[in-house]
Nanobody
């Protein structure tokens, strides 16, 4: 079992920036994560593992990166394997970015949300003046 904890969310004005972090921990003596990703769910949508959340970005262990359409050119995903931490730098934020942001991890190569086994509890990002 891998435990994921997000941080860095909050209230920011339009045009501002935030940096989200996701730290992975486990009691297992040996584990490996292939793909980690950020997903988000906008207000009004109940978090439901059977429902659809929007891909923000994902990154594999060998730095193969994929961005969702809304993130391209504004957000940057990175990971520090030595620290078991993933980051999402978000710039030029707008009200449409308001959502709960979740980090997710998979021991195998993941291409959609159903491939991820481990999920964090989410961190709220609110973009408002």
């Amino acid at each position: 079992q891998v435990h994921l904890v997000e941080s860095g969310g909050g209230l920011v004005q339009p045009g501002g920036s935030l940096r989200l972090s996701c730290v992975a921990s486990t009691t297992e003596s040996k584990y490996s994560i292939n793909t980690v990703g950020w997903y988000r769910q906008a207000p009004g949508n109940q978090r439901d593992l059977g429902g659809q959340r929007e891909l923000v970005a994902s990154i594999t262990y060998n730095n193969r990166i994929r961005y969702g359409n809304s993130a391209k050119g504004r957000f940057t995903i990175s990971r520090d394997n030595a620290k078991s931490t993933m980051y999402l730098q978000m710039n030029s934020l707008n009200p449409e970015d308001t959502a709960v942001y979740y980090c997710a991890a998979s021991p195998r190569f993941a291409t959609n949300q159903n491939d991820y086994i481990y999920w964090g509890q989410g961190t709220q990002v609110t973009v408002s003046s």
